[in-house]
């Protein structure tokens, strides 16, 4: 199983301490762990309900995949949206760009970056 290791700031403050987090690829119960949370974020945030956007897309494209890439016993695996959300934009992208390196399946991007590489052979 691959790992990486990397450093986030959980209270979104940048200048705040850092917290080192190791993710790892997927087991069939971790996409399992991932798909629980998205079908949470839809029944939990209504779609017409745009107070809760944000919440909702984080919910849906982001922390499941960030919770899930977390060995099972770590206690950021059960963060919530709320303390989810307070992580900084830049700190969330980083830990989401680690975790579809070591899973570039659960990327929905993956199609088209194949495209993308196709069309640069041509």
């Known amino acids: 199983m691959k790992t990486k290791t990397i450093s986030i700031h959980l209270d979104g403050n940048e200048d705040g301490p850092e917290t080192e987090i190791t993710l790892h690829s997927a087991r069939i119960e971790d996409g399992l762990y991932r798909g629980e ?10 779609e017409d309900d745009e107070s809760n956007h944000a919440k909702r897309s984080v919910g849906i494209m ?3 995949s960030c919770l899930a890439a977390l ?4 206690p950021l695996r059960k963060m ?12 969330a992208n980083n830990w989401l ?17 194949g495209n ?6 041509r």
Do not use: T
């Open 37 to 46: 949370l998205v079908g949470e974020a839809v029944n939990n945030f209504k």
């Open 62 to 64: 982001m922390r499941p």
């Open 97 to 113: 760009e680690a975790v579809y390196e070591l899973n570039p399946h659960w990327n929905p991007s993956r199609f088209n970056l």
């Open 116 to 121: 993308k590489e196709a069309e640069k052979k």
């Open 80 to 91: 919530n949206i709320d303390d989810f959300m307070v992580i900084s934009d830049y700190d």
């Open 71 to 74: 060995a099972k016993d770590d």
